[in-house]
């Protein structure tokens, strides 16, 4: 079903500007305290040979990202703290889960740091039934969230295709279209035997141009911890999955 762009987010520097006035190193350090690293793409760095390595989150800077607003047309011609370019302004909603209290806290201090240059984000905290239901259903400004389990592969076609800009069902819920991202997508899945080497130049592509055309703003990723007792022998954990080995473990006691 054809939508118009979004009457705000469709324009690229309204979202370099936001990249730049949020704090992921800060954000990283105070409410995950370090237990995070740097996410400048999609594919994670456990994923090395798909990976690539070379590519930077948005440098923080509130100064640049109101330079980046100003250029664009985006004035607070009354100084009442909000941006304005004809007639309209820089308020948006930003939906996230009410159950995750760490993307509560994040969402406040974004908030805060957009609204410190300009924007006026309005929080809505959601249930999980209902956020799920606005996120599928293409039915908001911002969105806060996360993915997990993502798998070992660097083939993530369900949140870039066109065919999964489907409101109500598809993963594609940024309505982000790219033919070039097509035409990688597809070559990705079609290498010889699916050969790392032959593959990877198609994903670091991918990622170059998710990292310029930015339909998401990456914060970061997660470093999860599990401990357990030294009276087991032969846990080896792995990037993936703590219990991948678990019919190896054994007993020391």
Not at 119 to 136: C, E, H, N
Not at 149 to 156: K, N, R, S
Not at 208 to 215: E, G, K, R, T, V
Not at 245 to 250: D, K, L, P, T
């Amino acid at each position: 079903v054809p939508q118009d762009p979004h009457p705000l987010l469709a324009d690229r520097n309204v979202r370099e500007a936001m990249a730049h006035a949020i704090d992921y190193v800060g954000i990283s350090e105070s409410i995950y305290l370090g237990q995070a690293y740097p996410l400048a793409a999609n594919v994670l760095p456990v994923i090395p040979w798909a990976h690539d390595s070379a590519l930077e989150p948005p440098a923080y800077n509130p100064d640049l990202a109101r330079s980046l607003l100003e250029e664009d047309g985006w004035i607070d011609s009354n100084r009442d703290g909000i941006r304005e370019k004809d007639i309209r302004s820089l308020r948006l909603t930003l939906i996230v889960p009410e159950s995750n209290l760490y993307y509560l806290r994040i969402a406040e201090t974004a908030q805060d740091q957009l609204n410190a240059v300009g924007f006026d984000i309005t929080l809505l905290p959601l249930d999980g039934r209902t956020y799920a239901s606005r996120l599928l259903g293409q039915s908001f400004d911002l969105a806060l969230g996360g993915w997990a389990g993502l798998g070992i592969d660097p083939d993530d076609h369900e949140l870039w295709q066109v065919a999964t800009d489907r409101p109500g069902s598809g993963f594609n819920f940024t309505s982000y279209q790219n033919p070039r991202i097509e035409t990688l997508l597809e070559e990705g899945t079609r290498g010889p035997a699916c050969d790392p080497q032959t593959r990877a130049p198609i994903y670091r592509e991918i990622q170059q141009i998710l990292h310029n055309d930015m339909p998401y703003l990456f914060l970061a990723g997660i470093v999860r911890n599990t401990g357990y007792t030294n009276a087991w022998g032969g846990v080896e954990p792995g990037p993936w999955d703590f219990y991948h080995n678990v019919q190896e473990w054994y007993s020391l006691r």
